[in-house]
C-alpha cells in the first residue's frame, strides 16, 4: 500500500547528515542548489565553509556545508511577526513567501547565518537574465526572506508519487543528489532503517551551536564509532 | 589553534541604523510617556510630553516600516502574538497611541473642551503610561529573542534597553521643562538614580558580554563606553546637581537632559549597529581521515 503525503509525514522528521571526512569543498552541492532553486547572486541556501585550521607545518582543512539546519525549535518561527515561518510535521521548516513582510527578525534569530533576502530582482551576468534566470525568476522572492528548503516540493512531489526522500533522487534534495563524495545524506530520522539513522548510529556525529536549544536537523560526522555494533 | 575567517563572525546587515531608531525612539518615547504621566498630579503639562512622545514612538516604528522588504503587508505583523515579541509591541502600539493621543488632546488647551474630557487625562496617561512600558519591554525582548546574535541575546541587555529608556524619558522630560516649566520636585533625584542605574546596567552587561560573544562586538561596545559615561552619565549628574543650587535651574537640568537623551540614543545605535556581530559557525570535533590522525578533536571556532 502506497503511504499518502499526510501519513507519511506523521511518524516524520527529515534531517540532512553531511560527513566531514567525505567533504572534499567542491561546492558543487552549493551549484546544485542554485540551479535547482534559482537562487540570486550572493544568496547560497548551501554553502560549504572552507576552514584552515593549525599552523604551519600542523596545518588542516575542513569542508563544512552549512544551510538552514531545519531545527526542531526554530527560532526564526518563534520570532516571526507573521506566521510566515513554519515548521511543517515532517520537520522542514519553511516560509510562506506571501505572508511574509521582510522584517528579518527571523535572519537576525537564526544562529547559522542561514537566511538571505534581496531587495531587487539581480542576475548572475549583469542586467539580462540567463535564460533559465528569465525562465525561472520569482518575484515572490524580492523583499522576503528566503533560506534553504530541503528542496521540500521535490520532497513532496516524490513521497507524492511513493517514494522515499534521501533514496530515490525524485525525492531527495539537490546537494544531496549531486554531491560526488557521498558526504551528503537526507533522510526521515525516525525510520530506524533510514540511510541517516544508520549514518548516525554507526558515526559519532555533533550539531552546530546545540547550546542555543535549536534542536538542528543537521547532523555532522567526524569519525567512526568504533564500539558501534554494526548491524548485519 | 587558528583557522581562516571563512565562517568567523559577521556584522550582521539586515537590521541597520532604521531598526535602531526604532529602538531610540520607542524608549525615549514610551519613557516620555511614562515620565509624563508620573508628573501630573504635580501639575505639570501632559501636552507636550505626550504629543513628543507620541511622535517618537511612531517615528521609530516608521523607521522600521522603511526597512522591511514588503512594506504594504506590513499588517501581518499582528499575526503571531504567541510567541513573537515584534507581533506583541506592534499590538501594544495600537491602544498606546489611542490613550496617548486622547489623553493629549484633551491636555491641550486650544480646542475647547468639556470639563469631562479633562478629568480623563490622569488615567488615561497612566494607562497609556502602562502600555509604553510593556512596548518598552517588548523592545528589550526582541534583541534577547535574536539568537544569532550574541550581544543581543545576553539577557542582561534587557536591562539596559529598560533602563535606558525611562533614562531618556526622564532627560526629555527635564529638556521640556525648560519650555513649559519646572519639573516636579521628584525628577532630579530619580534622574540621578536612573543614570546611576542605566550606567550600571550598561557595566554588568559590558561584563557579561565577555567572553561570552565575538571579541569585535565587545570592542566596538568597548570603544564608547568612557564617552558614553564621561558625556552621558557623569555630565547630566554633575549638571543635575548644580541645578539644585543653581540661580536658574532650568538651563542645567535641560542641558543635562539632552545629554542623557543623545547617551541613551548613541548606546542603542551602537549595540545594535556595530556590536551586531553574528556567532559564527564552530565545529567541536575534527574530521578523522585516517586512524593515524593527531589532530582529532579540536574546538574550531573562526575568528574568535
Given at each position: 500500500m502506497r503511504l499518502g503525503a499526510s501519513e507519511q509525514t506523521a511518524m516524520t522528521r527529515y534531517v540532512m547528515v553531511a560527513d566531514l571526512r567525505r567533504c572534499i569543498?567542491?561546492?558543487?552541492?552549493?551549484?546544485?542548489?542554485?540551479?535547482?532553486?534559482?537562487?540570486?547572486p550572493g544568496v547560497q541556501w548551501r554553502r560549504v565553509l572552507d576552514l584552515e585550521v593549525g599552523e604551519y607545518p600542523a596545518v588542516r582543512r575542513v569542508f563544512v556545508p552549512t544551510g538552514c539546519q531545519h531545527c526542531a525549535d526554530p527560532p526564526c518561527e518563534w520570532v516571526c511577526p507573521t506566521t510566515a515561518t513554519r515548521r511543517r510535521p515532517d520537520g522542514i521548516v519553511e516560509i510562506l513567501y506571501d505572508l511574509c513582510i521582510g522584517c528579518s527578525a527571523c535572519a537576525v534569530a537564526c544562529p547559522y547565518e542561514a537566511r538571505y533576502k534581496v531587495e531587487k530582482q539581480e542576475f548572475a551576468f549583469g542586467d539580462e537574465p540567463t535564460a533559465d534566470e528569465e525562465l525561472r525568476a520569482d518575484d515572490s522572492r524580492i523583499g522576503v526572506a528566503t533560506k534553504c528548503t530541503f528542496c521540500a516540493d521535490i520532497v513532496d512531489a516524490g513521497v507524492a508519487?511513493?517514494?522515499?526522500?534521501g533514496e530515490h533522487p525524485d525525492a531527495t534534495p539537490a546537494c544531496v543528489n549531486l554531491c560526488i563524495s557521498g558526504a551528503l545524506a537526507f533522510g526521515d530520522i525516525d525510520n530506524p532503517q533510514s540511510k541517516v539513522s544508520k549514518l548516525l548510529r554507526e558515526n559519532k556525529h555533533f550539531r552546530m551551536h546545540e547550546e542555543q536549544g535549536t534542536n538542528p536537523g543537521f547532523y555532522y560526522l567526524w569519525d567512526e564509532d568504533l564500539c558501534h555494533d554494526r548491524d548485519p | 589553534m587558528t583557522a581562516t575567517l571563512d565562517g568567523a563572525p559577521r556584522l550582521q546587515r539586515s537590521w541597520d541604523s532604521r531598526a535602531a531608531w526604532n529602538f531610540i525612539g520607542g524608549g525615549a518615547g514610551t519613557g516620555l510617556l511614562l515620565a509624563a504621566a508620573a508628573a501630573l498630579p504635580a501639575g505639570w503639562p501632559y501636552f507636550p510630553a505626550g504629543a513628543l512622545g507620541i511622535a517618537l514612538i511612531g517615528f521609530g516604528l516608521s523607521m522600521v516600516w522603511l526597512e522591511i522588504g514588503r512594506p504594504f503587508r506590513a499588517l501581518n505583523v499582528f499575526f503571531h502574538p504567541q510567541t513573537s515579541w515584534m507581533s506583541r509591541e506592534a499590538l501594544l502600539a495600537l491602544p498606546l497611541f489611542a490613550l496617548a493621543g486622547i489623553a493629549t488632546l484633551a491636555d491641550q488647551s486650544f480646542v475647547p473642551l468639556p470639563l469631562q474630557m479633562r478629568l480623563l487625562v490622569t488615567p488615561l496617561a497612566s494607562a497609556a503610561a502602562a502600555l509604553g512600558l510593556a512596548f518598552l519591554y517588548c523592545q528589550a525582548r526582541i534583541l534577547k529573542a535574536s539568537h544569532g546574535v550574541p550581544a543581543w541575546r545576553e539577557p542582561s541587555l534587557q536591562w539596559v534597553i529598560i533602563v535606558t529608556g525611562i533614562t531618556e524619558g526622564l532627560g526629555l522630560m527635564l529638556f521640556l521643562s525648560f519650555f513649559v516649566g519646572s519639573p516636579p520636585a521628584w525628577a532630579i533625584p530619580t534622574s540621578l538614580a536612573s543614570l546611576i542605574a542605566r550606567a550600571g546596567a550598561w557595566e554588568y552587561y559590558r561584563h557579561r558580554?565577555?567572553?561570552?560573544?565575538?571579541?569585535?562586538?565587545?570592542?566596538?561596545?568597548?570603544?564608547?563606553?568612557?564617552?558614553?559615561?564621561?558625556?552621558?552619565?557623569?555630565?547630566?549628574?554633575?549638571?543635575?546637581?548644580?541645578?539644585?543650587?543653581?540661580?536658574?535651574?532650568?538651563?542645567?537640568?535641560?542641558?543635562?537632559?539632552?545629554?542623557m537623551v543623545v547617551a541613551g540614543a548613541w548606546l542603542k545605535f551602537a549595540v545594535v549597529t556595530r556590536a551586531a556581530f553574528t556567532?559564527?559557525?564552530?565545529?567541536?570535533?575534527?574530521?578523522?581521515?585516517?586512524?593515524?590522525?593527531?589532530?582529532?578533536?579540536?574546538?574550531?571556532r573562526p575568528g574568535q
Open positions: 569543498g567542491c561546492q558543487t552541492c552549493t551549484a546544485a542548489c542554485k540551479q535547482a532553486n534559482a537562487t540570486p508519487h511513493g517514494l522515499t526522500p | 558580554l565577555n567572553p561570552r560573544v565575538p571579541a569585535p562586538a565587545v570592542a566596538a561596545l568597548s570603544r564608547i563606553s568612557l564617552p558614553v559615561h564621561l558625556l552621558g552619565h557623569a555630565l547630566p549628574a554633575l549638571l543635575l546637581l548644580v541645578s539644585l543650587v543653581a540661580p536658574m535651574p532650568l538651563v542645567p537640568a535641560a542641558v543635562a537632559g539632552l545629554a556567532q559564527g559557525f564552530s565545529i567541536p570535533f575534527m574530521p578523522v581521515r585516517g586512524r593515524a590522525s593527531t589532530a582529532a578533536a579540536a574546538d574550531v
